[in-house]
């Protein structure tokens, strides 16, 4: 089987699922990355480190900046004549729009955020999750090629081989796009959720230490925030220490204790760690679905009853006040920081 994956990468740094899916790609037969962009030497040998069996590149200026139109027609442009069986792409905001697109061109279907794919006979099998996580689907796609994007964090990552390098295949890039990028503007810069291989979620209860004093003046919704932007310290202080990310309910969100990137569940991220740690989340479906393909849960509430336990393996029922630095000060001994 022959496969094209494409590497989602923001001006050089990659978004990590794309190796995902080279390893993927491997376990089926011959893998080439495709990389767009502009200065790609890096990122291509970084691709045969991760075992691409040859990387297409489409290094011009012009492509420096994503652009669904022109990305669409430089990776359609290629699979017509590379005739792939199988695209393969890290599930993203722009893989979401770029694969659509590229379908489009190449009057084909196109499967989204699997968590899941096999090989029967010459057949392949797209598993994805439906009604928020309750279903796993099970999907063929009849067209040609197969255009498949793959959730994060869902497929092992292959080893990567410092000592494996190559030479980038050029290809033509199509830049001719009705859109340019003006500018880029910095909103937060922390670990993603999404990436991360352990997050440390909080929610409402994160603002409820009615022992600590807020500065004078403060009206209660004001208190609020600012007794929850203190407990999101706390969760900081523990991911920094897991090497993980910080997360949080729409609840938390909601209440302005932290921003909208954060959020995991139905309208904010799924996220697939190694470890997620809910701490004062009561454990809504509409969270719970965005945290189905984490490794391992651990819950934090003081709620014996707290719906997030059926999904824990491990709960501590307690006031997250106590028990998150606790536990801070626990692996930072265990783990010599
Ligand atoms: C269409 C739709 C989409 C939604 N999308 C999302 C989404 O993407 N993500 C999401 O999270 N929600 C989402 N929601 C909201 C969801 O239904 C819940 O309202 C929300 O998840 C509740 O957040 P919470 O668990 O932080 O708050 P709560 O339900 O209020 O729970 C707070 C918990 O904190 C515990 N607690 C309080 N104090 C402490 C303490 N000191 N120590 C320990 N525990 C404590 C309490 O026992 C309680 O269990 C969505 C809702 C709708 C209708």
Redesign the pocket.
């Known amino acids: 089987m022959k496969t094209l994956v494409y590497v989602d990468h923001f001006k050089g740094e990659v978004q990590p699922a794309s190796w995902e899916a080279l390893g993927v790609a491997k376990s089926f037969g011959n893998a080439s990355a495709v990389i767009f962009g502009s200065g790609l030497d890096a990122l291509t040998k970084t691709a045969f480190e991760f075992g691409a069996d040859e990387v297409l590149v489409a290094d011009d200026p012009a492509l420096a900046d994503y652009r669904a139109e022109a990305f669409a027609s430089t990776l359609s442009a290629l699979a017509s004549s590379r005739t792939p069986d199988l695209i393969l792409l890290p599930t993203t905001t722009r893989t979401r729009e770029l694969a659509a697109m590229t379908a489009m061109d190449l009057n084909t279907g196109v499967l989204i955020d699997l968590t899941g794919l096999s090989l029967d006979g010459d057949k392949l099998i797209a598993t994805r999750p439906i009604y928020e996580g309750k279903l796993n689907e099970k999907v063929v796609c009849a067209g040609k090629p197969v255009i498949a994007t793959l959730r994060g964090r869902a497929f092992p990552r292959p080893a990567q081989d410092k000592s494996k390098s190559g030479n980038a295949t050029k290809v033509e890039a199509k830049a001719e796009s009705p859109t340019t990028v003006e500018g880029y503007e910095v909103a937060e810069h922390t670990v993603s959720v999404s990436d991360a291989g352990v997050v440390v979620s ?8 009615p022992s600590l004093t807020p500065p004078a003046g403060m009206d209660e919704k004001q208190t609020e925030i600012w007794r929850a932007r203190e ?1 999101f310290k706390l969760l900081g202080e523990l991911a920094t220490v897991l090497g993980g990310a910080v997360g ?7 209440g302005g204790y932290i921003p909208y990137s954060h ?6 991220k799924v996220v697939a760690p190694d470890l997620y740690i809910a ?9 719970i ?2 945290i189905r393909s984490a490794k391992l849960v651990v819950a ?4 014996p009853d ?1 719906p ?1 336990f059926k999904v824990a393996r491990y709960g501590v029922v ?4 106590q ?1 998150v630095p606790a536990l801070t000060e626990a692996f930072k001994k265990k783990l010599g920081k």
């Not at 909080?202 to 230490?209: D, E, H, L, M, Q």
């Not at 949080?248 to 909601?254: H, K, L």
């Open positions: 909080g929610g409402r209860g994160v603002s409820n230490n407990g949080a309910s729409r609840a938390a969100v909601d959020q995991v569940g139905q309208t904010g701490c004062g989340i009561s454990g809504a479906i509409q969270h679905v965005g934090i509430n003081k709620d707290a997030i307690g006031d997250l006040f028990v």
